[in-house]
């Protein structure tokens, strides 16, 4: 997942706060009311475009913030949102202070880092939280480029692949891909059988049971590690020479 930009949040939060703070209207002269509120500070479209941009990004740092039981402000227009911001940034502003002066020590893995084949074909199922229908998404992406590049029809994803792989000569019909030369030793057979396993561990212990457990969500770090690996596999797909039988 692409990490927050905390900074630039921060300021929409803060934004969207001043743009939807309301003012008190005291009722026309001679009519008995509690009077009514208004945006002091903006126009109600106005309003409600910065509450747009705030959605996205309590979305992503109150994800229960919608149905979350907090008590009502009364007469307040867009109550919840602004509860729900005025956390967010306080959420936020603790975060960075804590990652500036404790730090995590581990690197973070940045989901558009990955291969194209498999994070341009998740990006839509991702950002709305389907991580097994993307993680799907991704092995029927790298195999459908795997098809194309080998020219085959007749076999797909893991039964494709470890053929594509194999240290075998190419044949009419079977193409291999070629991650070095064949030199006959045993970094390239190596290379070549490990390729070749990996894509059927992946399409096999991966893909299959997405497929068949389509009730059963994926955590999203377990998503991304599940991305990463069809990502290797879509790098030495995409970066390994084709060999055909001459």
Known sequence: MTQMNREWAIEKLKGFLHTTAVEWVAPPHGVVSAGSFKFKNASKPEAQAAAHIAEQILDRVIPDWRTADWEEATRQ???RHREAAHRAVAFLEAE??????????????????????VWGSVQGLWSSGHFREAVGAAARAVNVQSQAKLGRRDA????????AFSTNQPTL???RLRLSEDDGGDTFRNRHDGAGNFARGV????R???????DEELEENEALE???AFSILARWVDTAAVVKAS
Do not use: C, F, V
């Open 77 to 79: 227009p867009m109550w």
């Open 96 to 117: 960075r202070e804590l990652q500036e002066n404790l730090g995590s020590g581990a690197p973070q893995l940045d989901a558009a880092t990955l291969h194209p084949w």
């Open 156 to 163: 797909s994803e893991a039964k494709l692949l470890s053929d």
């Open 173 to 175: 019909g079977h193409p």
């Open 203 to 206: 399409y096999s212990a991966i």
């Open 208 to 214: 299959n049971p997405i497929a068949h457990e389509e």
């Open 226 to 228: 599940q991305l990463a």
